[in-house]
C-alpha cells in the first residue's frame, strides 16, 4: 500500500535554532497538508498545497515558518528560529483530490521537541 | 473557539460489545465528516466518513451516525476487539475543503 514518507522520524532542537522537516506524498496526489498536533489536542491544518501553489496558509505562523513544495511533489516544512511551545508531532497528509471524502492518507510525523 | 469537540477524553470498553464514540460540531455549513483512528508513534488512519445528505453510513464493524439538527456525529464499533484501542478523532470540513478535528478518544477495549 503507497505510503507518506516523511523524515525524521524525530528532532530534538535547542531553541533559537533552525529545524526542517521533509514529506513525500503518494504519487500522483496533488494535493499536499502540513498539519501540527500538540499533545492531547487535534491535528491543525498549518498549511496546504494544491500541486506547487499554497491554497491555505492561514494559520501558518509565517514569521517563523515556511512551507516550500517546488516541483509539486516533495515538501519541506521549515522553523527558524524553533521555540519552546513549536514541541509537538507535524504530520504531513496527502490526497488525490482537497478534502477527498475517502480521507487524507497521513504519514507517520516528525517528531519535534525543542529543549 | 473549537469548532470540533470530542468530549469524553477516554472510554473503556469489554471485548465483544460496543464502543460508541461521540463528536459535536459547532458550524452548520460543515458537511463532510470523517473519522480517524491514530496508534502510537503513527499517523492517523481514515477510518470511515460521511457527508450531510446521509444520516448513516455503515463500513463492516464500524457505523456513523449523523445528526444535523443536533450537530452530533458518532461512531459505533461492533463488536469491540482489542485492536480497535487507539485514540479516534473525527473531523468536520465545508465542500470537503479543510477538516477541522476534534481533540480525540482514547478507546482502551478489554480483553
Known amino acids: 500500500e503507497a505510503e507518506v514518507a516523511q523524515s525524521p522520524r524525530y528532532k530534538i532542537t535547542e531553541k533559537s535554532q533552525a529545524v526542517a522537516f521533509w514529506c513525500d506524498p503518494i504519487s500522483g496526489h496533488a494535493t499536499l497538508y502540513w498539519y501540527r498536533q500538540i499533545l492531547g489536542q487535534g491535528p491543525e491544518l498549518l498549511v496546504q498545497?494544491?500541486?506547487?501553489?499554497?491554497?491555505?496558509d492561514s494559520q501558518l505562523p509565517k514569521d517563523r515558518f515556511s512551507a516550500e513544495r517546488l516541483k509539486g511533489v516533495d515538501s519541506t516544512l521549515k522553523i527558524q528560529p524553533a521555540e519552546l511551545g513549536d514541541s509537538a508531532m507535524y504530520l504531513c497528509?496527502?490526497?488525490?483530490?482537497?478534502?477527498?471524502?475517502?480521507?487524507?492518507?497521513f504519514g507517520s510525523g516528525t517528531r519535534l521537541t525543542v529543549v | 473557539d473549537q469548532q470540533v469537540k470530542q468530549n469524553s477524553p477516554s472510554l473503556s470498553v469489554q471485548e465483544g460489545r460496543i464502543s460508541i464514540l461521540n463528536c459535536d460540531y459547532t458550524?452548520?455549513?460543515?458537511?463532510?465528516f470523517l473519522w480517524y483512528k491514530k496508534y502510537p508513534a503513527e499517523g492517523p488512519t481514515f477510518l470511515i466518513s460521511i457527508s450531510s445528505i446521509k444520516d448513516k453510513n455503515e463500513d463492516g464493524r464500524f457505523t456513523v451516525f449523523l445528526n444535523k439538527s443536533a450537530k452530533h456525529l458518532s461512531l459505533h464499533i461492533v463488536p469491540s476487539q482489542p485492536g480497535d484501542s487507539a485514540v479516534y478523532f473525527c473531523a468536520a470540513g465545508r465542500g470537503t475543503y479543510k477538516y477541522i478535528f476534534g481533540t480525540g478518544t482514547r478507546l482502551k477495549v478489554l480483553a
Open positions: 458550524n452548520s455549513m460543515f458537511d463532510y
Open positions: 498545497f494544491q500541486d506547487e501553489s499554497v491554497v491555505d
Open positions: 497528509a496527502s490526497s488525490l483530490d482537497p478534502g477527498a471524502l475517502r480521507g487524507y492518507t
